[in-house]
């Protein structure tokens, strides 16, 4: 039940009050934060908010959502995130630099990977998941997680060895140029493709990189779009490119191409 403060207000239905403060809660985190304090009935339709979409880019924030997924399920609420998580941004380097000794890294290391493993576990119901400075290992071990409803894999900036599979389903793709075998590409049912060009391919070279991706990229991409940072001046051999589903952004100067010219 909601509060009697709440009930009080006059001539607005409670899905109107509720419709309110869950845009508050969208628009301001903050915000969010303090409604959740109003009541347990206010917490209930905030906390899906606040939980429908995670970034952990920290230590911090990785032991406080693990904490939260441990409570819940000692409240008997364990669900609650296998069906409000839909968006995941995990940092999966997030000590590096930062640990004294090779003990400490491998303690922080395997107590990480649990944690990492766990928040996995908890949300099968992810839509989007994008794992940054990742470790091919890792990855593919938490990618082994029964993800039915995901559609969208972002993967950038890995570290020693390629991955060798990618998850069953998901049709949307996003990765840097080099970190994947290009013969994966084939083996999900991908529309969208997103490839990032690093500064090492460069003018020509970035030309024959996408080169190489068309190549593979299977007969069901109805979008494939390639970034990179560089000038106007290293874009010389694009003509040689032709096809009506690609787009080239030069995110240094907002620049877009469109390659399905006759």
């Given at each position: 039940m909601l509060?009697?403060?709440?009930?009080?207000?006059?001539?607005?239905?409670?899905?109107?009050?509720?419709?309110?403060?869950?845009?508050?809660?969208?628009?301001?985190?903050?915000?969010?934060?303090?409604?959740?304090?109003?009541?347990?009935a206010v917490r209930k339709w905030i906390d899906v908010v606040l939980y429908h979409a995670i970034t952990i880019l920290s230590n911090q924030k990785l032991l406080a959502f693990a904490f939260a997924i441990q409570s819940r399920a000692k409240a008997g609420e364990a669900p609650f995130f296998a069906t409000t998580v839909k968006y995941l941004l995990l940092d999966l380097d997030l000590f590096q630099g930062?640990?004294?000794?090779?003990?400490?890294?491998?303690a922080f290391a395997a107590e990480f990977t649990a944690n990492a493993h766990m928040i996995m576990s908890a949300c099968p119901g992810l839509v989007s998941l994008g794992l940054r400075n990742y470790n091919a290992a890792l990855v593919a071990s938490l990618l082994?997680?029964?993800l039915?409803?995901?559609?969208?894999?972002?993967?950038?900036?890995?570290?020693?060895?390629?991955?060798?599979?990618?998850?069953?389903?998901?049709?949307?793709?996003?990765y840097q140029f080099g970190e994947l075998p290009l013969t994966l590409l084939q083996t999900v049912p991908l529309t969208h493709l997103h490839v990032t060009l690093d500064?090492?391919?460069?003018?020509?070279?970035?030309?024959?990189?996408?080169?190489?991706?068309l190549e593979c990229m299977p007969t069901t991409i109805q979008l494939c779009v390639f970034s990179f940072y560089n000038s106007l001046l290293e874009l010389k051999g694009l003509d040689d490119i032709r096809d009506p589903r690609v787009v080239v952004l030069n995110i240094q100067t907002d620049t877009s191409y469109y390659l399905g010219r006759a």
């Open positions: 509060d009697a403060e709440l009930l009080s207000i006059p001539d607005i239905p409670v899905d109107i009050v509720r419709s309110i403060l869950e845009t508050l809660a969208i628009m301001s985190c903050p915000d969010a934060l303090q409604l959740v304090l109003v009541s347990k930062v640990l004294q000794n090779q003990r400490e890294a491998n082994n997680h029964p039915p409803r995901l559609k969208r894999l972002s993967l950038l900036n890995s570290g020693p060895g390629p991955l060798q599979h990618l998850p069953p389903n998901f049709t949307h793709l996003r500064n090492i391919h460069l003018s020509r070279p970035g030309v024959a990189a996408m080169k190489q991706v």
